[in-house]
């Protein structure tokens, strides 16, 4: 058993309102206000947010941008249900359904952006007759 597990990682947004409300509606994120802005809760995962107003510190050698980050994120169900849910909330999806190998093995994702450009993806792990 590994003494190391992924607990969180950053991405750097330019604004709190339009941000939070896509992570909440398209990732269903728990929006958590923290001392100088928000985090994002997904699951047993979670976003730390640099945004405006922040001066974060320590940061990496070269910090990333707004849109400067790419995410992936399982779908629990078949890839098409995860492309309804982008259409109904009008997420443009930028390429897939194709096959793609994730943390589980071999998957099928589809990728979109969220309102700063980061680049995101939903993987399933299922397989049906629509994929």
Not at 26 to 45: C, D, H, Q, S, W
Not at 51 to 69: D, E, F, N, S, W
Not at 75 to 84: S, V
Not at 100 to 122: H, K, N, Q, V, W
């Amino acid at each position: 058993m590994s003494k190391v597990k992924f607990d969180h990682c950053v991405v750097h947004v330019s604004d709190w309102g339009r941000s939070n409300a896509f992570y909440r509606d398209v990732l269903f994120a728990e929006v958590l206000p923290n001392k100088t802005g928000y985090v994002y809760r997904i699951g047993n995962a979670q976003l730390n947010l640099h945004g405006p107003g922040m001066t974060p510190a320590p940061v990496a050698k070269i910090p990333v941008p707004p849109g400067g980050t790419d995410l992936c994120f399982e779908w629990a169900g078949p890839i098409a249900e995860a492309g309804r849910h982008l259409s109904e909330r009008d997420v443009a999806i930028e390429l897939g359904p194709v096959a793609r190998f994730g943390a589980r093995g071999m998957g099928t994702s589809i990728y979109f952006r969220d309102p700063d450009g980061t680049l995101l993806e939903f993987i399933s792990y299922e397989t049906s007759p629509a994929q």
